[in-house]
């Protein structure tokens, strides 16, 4: 890895890092940077992978605010997605990524619309189980369930916008502010990038020379990310996400079905 490589690394992983944290997009900067300088697709994708545990740490170091009180519900949170990484990471192994592209782009383009949707009318609080009336149903729990580890198994498997479709599914579960699960969010996506990252230490072959400057960048751009999240209207946030996905899902579904 030359110096040239040590620079852009750290350069993308900064955007990358902002992206994640505000918006769970990071695959915009992240893994087309590694293909970049000539990385192998799943050499890449595995890399990446290790390198984004280190957006977890700043945007969580970062959201100790919002993450306060939080505790029981990231609990349960992180103990769902890291169920679906290990199923995630495990298939990956034994089927390419590449035989997921065709429904990608569909993921990506539902999760945008669920965060638009969400933003004109909050349903009860799930995961934070709340009581009496507003408590939500045992059929809206097994889904909200079904939902989380679904992300954590596909966050494990492909990884593109994991985070975005994570946040469209706690826009509509819970009731706490954007900053508050978009916390939660980050965490979250921390512990299935840990889960899978050492998976893939031991099964496949990281790149750790090009993890150091993309991880500096990341929890650089991981850390400043809650921040922004704090000072910019909500709304113009959600439109932004929702747009980026559906951008991100226009373009994969070019390269899976037109070229």
Not at 177 to 189: K, L, P
Not at 202 to 230: A, D, E, K, N
């Amino acid at each position: 890895m030359t110096l040239f490589h040590f620079i852009y690394l750290l350069g993308a992983g900064i955007v990358a890092g902002l992206l994640s944290s505000i918006a769970g997009l990071a695959s915009l900067a992240s893994y087309p940077a590694l293909l970049a300088i000539g990385v192998p697709p799943v050499i890449a994708n595995v890399t990446n992978t290790a390198a984004l545990v280190f957006t977890g740490i700043g945007s969580a170091m970062s959201s100790r605010k919002e993450l306060k009180g939080q505790g029981p519900t990231l609990i349960r949170l992180i103990i769902l997605v890291c169920i679906g990484s290990v199923f995630g990471s495990a298939v990956l192994l034994l089927a390419p990524a590449s035989s997921f592209q065709k429904v990608v782009p569909f993921f990506i383009a539902s999760s945008g619309i669920l965060l638009l949707v969400s933003g004109k009318k909050k349903p009860p609080s799930d995961l934070a189980q709340a009581a009496g009336p507003r408590a939500a149903s045992r059929s809206q729990r097994a889904l909200a369930i079904a939902g989380i580890v679904f992300v954590g198994a596909y966050s494990g498997y492909f990884g593109a916008a994991a985070g975005v479709i994570m946040l469209a599914i706690l826009a509509v579960v819970t009731t706490e502010r954007f900053a508050v699960y978009n916390a939660m969010r980050n965490v979250t996506g921390f512990a299935s990038n840990a889960i899978a990252a050492v998976i893939y230490a031991f099964t496949s072959h990281i790149q750790w020379l090009m993890v150091i400057p993309l991880g500096i960048g990341l929890y650089v751009g991981g850390y400043i990310g809650p921040i922004i999240v704090r000072h910019v209207p909500v709304e113009l946030l959600r439109w932004l996400i929702a747009l980026a996905a559906f951008g991100l899902a226009g373009y994969l579904f070019w390269q899976a079905f037109m070229q």
